[in-house]
């Protein structure tokens, strides 16, 4: 009987997400993950969903998750790039909701801010907050909120950058978070994706 579990358990399900340790796309997984009864889901980090469709194709992933709409920052521009490039079925569509907050560095101040850096989905889902708090600040595009949050705590990003990210990336890369819940709307539910070959 044991033998019989061993084997079957070699079909392993391997999820590829659009983005970093801490990302939605994560979370979304683990969401997925424990709806199908999976309890500890093998996660790869692919950053982007070009990438998370290019390992389906391959086979280096059994499932990919990614984000294709929000409730108020409309279709995510970058899906719909990689969906017509690659060859998939879609197994399931759910959503998740979508909290964001501002993080800084360590013992980052306010007046410090000179730039505040995401995804251009979160940037949208945060445009009234970010013109109405931060109307002197350069905002720019960022591949993946939680690629972001990382790249800030490990430097490749100045200390006067903020990133708009999960309070699971602040976290997880030990940044501060200048503010919660920063989303113009109070509901912020984001579609997710979940492809199979």
Not at 124 to 139: A, D, E, F, I, N
Not at 170 to 177: K, M, R
Request: hydrophobic residues 45%.
């Amino acid at each position: 009987m044991k033998k019989k579990s061993t084997a079957a358990s070699k079909k392993v399900v391997v999820i590829g997400v659009s983005g970093a340790p801490g990302s939605f796309s994560e979370e979304a997984a683990r969401t997925y993950s424990a709806k199908i009864g999976l309890k500890k889901p093998e996660i790869r980090y692919l950053i982007t969903v070009e990438n998370v469709l290019a390992a389906l194709d391959v086979g280096d992933i059994t499932t990919g998750i990614f984000p294709i709409e929000n409730s108020n920052g409309g279709i995510v521009i970058e899906t719909v790039y990689a969906m017509a490039k690659h060859n998939f079925s879609i197994k399931k569509i759910f959503e998740i909701d979508v909290h964001h907050c501002l993080i800084s560095a360590k013992g980052a101040t306010v007046d410090g801010i000179k730039q505040i850096v995401s995804h251009d989905q979160a940037l949208k889902q945060c445009r009234m907050y970010l013109k109405r708090k931060w109307p002197k600040v350069k905002v720019g595009e960022y591949q993946d909120t939680a690629k972001a949050a990382q790249d800030l705590a490990s430097g490749v990003l100045p200390a006067s950058t903020a990133v708009i990210a999960s309070r699971a990336a602040a976290q997880v890369y030990g940044l501060d978070i200048l503010e919660e819940s920063i989303q113009d709307l109070k509901f912020n539910y984001t579609s997710f994706v979940v492809a199979v070959k």
